[in-house]
């Protein structure tokens, strides 16, 4: 929702008020808010002040209630600095207590007899990264808002309310908004009709345009006020020209701190950067080598591996050098302290237009001495990192580098911090708090080129946020660029990068855990959560948030961090009580969408572990970028692209009715029937035809099974019978099975396509070769010598603790052989006749038939492949049973598949003492990256009252 220019020209107005003492004016101009009447909530105000300050009244007493200043995730800061961030009932630097009256005013309460039916969004989402408000401001993890407007638009409608618990940088808020914006829909392909509708490029309605509200959450003050201002500027062009009158102020008064002596006129110049070094010793010599000058090769703009002191003329490398550092006094801290010692080495200036670099002289030397003397002058933050003990180690993050960087401005050099606190602290000359907001966000978007993290980079477009993202990295060289180098641009952009909000949207800050949403009363979640050890946002944050002087509550931070002692099991801990209440607040039979990011196969079973503990059924996952997932991304330590995972709550209905039927056989099949109707019927790329997975017999069963367990009621099905009863109850296509309604759908879809997509298989251990020999023999009957070369090329990935097991033995227990006598078995005729002329038309014991089928193995009809199962099961619980009484502390080697069984059969009898210890001697690796496993596991711990 936009406002015209002129409109937003009318937001403010100026007037003539007495100039500042020292200035030599007698009147200066001022801007003023010039609102009128607003309506807020159902409530009318005379403006919008008057409106900020009731609600800001109303928060500042609940900020006194110490039983509020204790839910889970209040960050810490004292109650003026919270308010002074704060904006409610839009916004708040801690819990929103405004938000359950958002909803009572914006929502629509959960309806059972409204009819809600979705497939999970199941098409391929593409969106990059080069986008105005994308890169309007930096954040550490962002996903593109088009790319959640794809989702908004399939799950929502109009008017619905959109949830994010971990909303970073608040994404999920703008593409709530721009789902009325005709010139976004049109950007992502979308054509709109007359009646609001929105059809795709294949003429598919995809969801009706308008505005979506969004719910918005961090832990991380410095990531709601980030959100805010992204979600509830109201005049982008106005703050700009606010903003600018800044800088041009600064420039007046205190330009001079980056300008320097043109080389040949003596003009005076602006300054664009300025290069500085880090200086060390020789470990040989002990002679004095600046950085730049022994390593940087300023051609190429890369550092020299093995330079030569030019003091010995000794070979040296980086890891090699000692720091030089330097004793000082403190006067912030009052207390004698030890920096690394840094030098200017390289000014770039503009003369005239031309763009020139020179060495630092005595006049540029002195302005720094000058500028020095300015720190007793000046208000900045002095925060011990993450409040550790100055000298020690302070967080994951935490380098060698690091040595002497204990507090917030050491992270600063002396210019740097000068400038940036008096623009900082500038924001009090600006006619509202909503500016002042809004000019704190637009610092906190650039601190970082006001920090030594700025590297300097010679072939990089700018000088501007060269920081090294998700670390805290230092280099050896840094720039330092000037204020105007910093904001011209930037401000320039602010009223194309920011869109103008009718504030539809609300933010608040603490852990999801603990968000005050009540239950069932959202439509849709889209979260990007934490994902392991990826991001320590706290650490990450720190620095910005203590110009806010409002910080992250670390202890709430759902992340797996050596320095805060959080493993991956409290990782998942704390990641399932955020999910619970996720499930809790979104209405039932409606969806969440996870995206996900981690090349750690643990954490990935993590996530899904807590979602089905949280009670949420997964229906979909697929490659944010690039399609279907594989098999490899989905078992085999290769989870290394962004994945997007789709899972729904189940409806009321299925709950109250699995109540009733819970451990029977039409509990499973009500289940069955329920999932099916959840997952997407058909699915192309490139006109051919996809396997959906969820769709296949071994994940509906796998899905049924953690139906039960995570609801503690045993399974009444073995394997077999599940699949039997599959065969007789849903229509089997292309080794999916659907709903007769769906079956008629994909059938027709089907013809459209010439060929079906196979998913790629990747053997990694028992579970996957099973699956790629039921892949193979289905394709094609064959025999163990057909299959025997290529299976031995597919294993070659084989996890190390899983028993490798024969050819002959995976053969004899999962699939059956013909023997070459009596009738030639229908899944090996078919493929004959259809392939072999001369052997058309033949009767089923035909001898030439007999003999070309003769030892070919095959895949068992469902119905008469119990028996196997019995057999393997019995194989299976022989050698779980040796697991079961060994003496080992620790199994090396074991068969997985056994492991399972005898899990499933303990749970089965309730013998939870027995998963437990054999749990306990499995490695924490294979435990944690197995999911069955893990399930079975969790579930045992829980059910016995131990101590996992």
Not at 713 to 722: H, I, R, Y
Not at 829 to 854: G, I, M, Q, T, V
Request: glycine share 6%.
């Amino acid at each position: 929702m936009t406002r015209s220019k002129d409109e937003q020209k009318d937001l403010f107005k100026t007037k003539f008020v007495p100039g500042k003492q020292g200035s030599g004016m007698l009147f200066e101009e001022k801007f003023v808010v010039d609102d009128d009447l607003v309506e807020c909530l159902g409530i009318t105000f005379e403006n919008d002040e008057k409106r900020r300050e009731d609600f800001l009244e109303k928060l500042r007493e609940k900020l006194k209630d110490p039983e509020f200043r204790k839910i889970k995730g209040f960050p810490i800061g004292e109650d003026e600095d919270i308010l002074a961030l704060s904006d409610p009932p839009y916004y708040t630097a801690c819990p929103n207590p405004f938000v359950e009256d958002f909803i009572k005013h914006y929502g629509k309460p959960y309806d059972p007899d409204v009819s809600y039916s979705k497939e999970p969004f199941a098409s391929d989402v593409s969106e990059g990264k080069n986008d105005p408000i994308y890169n309007a401001h930096s954040y550490h993890t962002k996903v593109p808002h088009k790319a959640i407007m794809h989702y908004i638009l399939h799950y929502t409608e109009p008017g619905d309310i959109v949830f994010d618990g971990f909303c970073g940088t608040g994404m999920t808020g703008i593409a709530a908004q721009l789902c009325d914006d005709q010139r976004t829909l049109a950007a992502l392909g979308y054509t709109l009709k007359s009646n609001g509708e929105l059809f795709n490029e294949n003429g598919k309605s995809i969801g009706r345009r308008g505005c979506r509200r969004a719910i918005l959450n961090d832990l991380s003050p410095a990531a709601t006020l980030i959100t805010a201002g992204y979600n509830l500027t109201r005049f982008p062009e106005s703050f700009s020209k606010l903003a600018t009158d800044l800088l041009n102020k600064f420039n007046r008064k205190y330009g001079w701190m980056y300008q320097t002596k043109d080389t040949k006129s003596g003009d005076t110049c602006n300054i664009d950067f300025v290069v500085w070094s880090e200086v060390f010793s020789c470990p040989h010599c002990s002679g004095e080598l600046e950085f730049w000058t022994l390593a940087y090769d300023t051609s190429s703009g890369k550092i020299i591996d093995n330079p030569i002191c030019p003091h010995c003329s000794a070979e040296v490398s980086k890891r090699d050098l000692l720091r030089r550092t330097t004793k000082y006094y403190d006067k912030a801290v009052g207390a004698t302290r030890t920096k690394q010692i840094l030098k200017p080495v390289e000014i770039r200036y503009r003369h005239s237009g031309t763009k020139k670099k020179k060495l630092p002289d005595e006049n540029d030397l002195q302005v720094l001495t000058k500028v020095e003397k300015m720190m007793d002058e000046i208000d900045y933050p002095t925060d011990l990192m993450m409040f550790t003990p100055e000298g020690e180690e302070w967080g994951d993050l935490y380098r060698g580098y690091h040595e002497g960087i204990s507090r917030a401005h050491d992270f600063h050099l002396i210019r740097q911090l000068v400038a940036f606190s008096i623009l900082w602290n500038s924001a009090e000359d600006l006619p509202s708090e909503e500016t002042k907001r809004l000019w704190r966000f637009t610092l906190q978007g650039i601190v970082v080129s006001f920090t030594r993290r700025n590297r300097f980079l010679k072939n990089a477009y700018s000088q501007v946020n060269r920081a090294l993202s998700g670390t805290l990295y230092i280099g050896s060289t840094v720039s330092e660029p000037s204020p105007t180098y910093v904001l011209t641009g930037k401000l320039k952009r602010f009223k194309k990068a920011i869109p103008t909000s009718e504030r539809g949207n609300v933010v608040t800050t603490q852990t999801l855990a603990s968000v005050l949403v009540p239950d069932n009363s959202v439509d849709y979640v889209f979260i990007d959560p934490p994902f392991g050890d990826n991001l320590p946002y706290a650490e990450l944050n720190f620095l910005w948030e203590a110009w806010l002087r409002v910080f992250t509550k670390a202890a709430e931070d759902a992340v797996v961090s050596g320095t805060q002692d959080k493993s991956l099991a409290i990782y998942t801990m704390m990641m399932t009580a955020c999910l619970e209440k996720v499930y809790r607040l979104l209405k039932p039979g409606r969806w969440v969408t996870i995206e996900f990011h981690n090349s750690k196969n643990a954490v990935w079973t993590a996530i899904q572990e807590a979602l089905g503990k949280a009670g949420f059924i997964i229906a979909d996952i697929r490659v944010l970028d690039k399609g279907m997932l594989t098999k490899k991304q989905l078992n085999a330590n290769a989870v290394n692209k962004d994945l997007v995972i789709s899972a729904y709550k189940p409806n009321g209905g299925l709950e109250e009715r699995f109540k009733l039927m819970a451990s029977t056989e039409e509990g499973v099949w009500d289940f069955v029937r329920t999932h099916l109707k959840q997952l997407p019927v058909f699915v192309s790329t490139n006109g051919m035809a996809e396997m959906i997975p969820e769709r296949q017999s071994h994940l509906l069963f796998d899905r049924m099974v953690a139906f039960h367990v995570q609801r503690g009621t045993t399974v009444p099905l073995s394997a077999a019978e599940f699949y039997a009863g599959l065969e007789q109850r849903f229509p089997p296509r292309d080794g999916m099975y659907f709903l007769p309604d769906q079956a008629a759908e994909y059938d027709k879809k089907r013809m459209t396509v010439k060929e079906m997509l196979q998913l790629q298989l990747f053997v990694s251990d028992e579970a996957s070769a099973i699956q790629w020999l039921k892949q193979q023999i289905t394709k094609k009957p064959q025999t163990a010598g057909d299959l025997k070369p290529k299976f031995m090329q597919e294993i070659g990935g084989w996890q190390k603790n899983e028993k490798m097991l024969e050819l002959d033995v995976l053969l004899e227990q999962n699939f059956l052989r013909y023997s070459g006598k009596g009738d030639v078995p229908s899944q090996i005729h078919s493929y004959l006749s259809s392939n072999f002329k001369e052997l058309r038309n033949l009767e089923k014991d035909d001898p030439a038939l007999n003999a070309k089928a003769k030892d070919r193995w095959y895949v068992p009809d469902p119905n008469k492949a119990g028996d196997l199962e019995k057999l393997r099961e019995r194989v299976l619980m022989r050698e779980f049973e040796e697991y079961r009484e060994s003496k080992q502390k620790r199994l090396k080697m074991f068969r997985l598949e056994a492991v399972r069984a005898g899990f499933k059969k303990a749970w089965q009898e309730r013998d939870y003492v027995t998963i437990i210890t054999v749990a306990r001697k499995i490695p924490e690796n294979v435990l944690q990256e197995d999911a069955k496993l893990l399930m079975w596991y969790d579930q045992a711990i829980t059910r016995s009252g131990e101590d996992a």
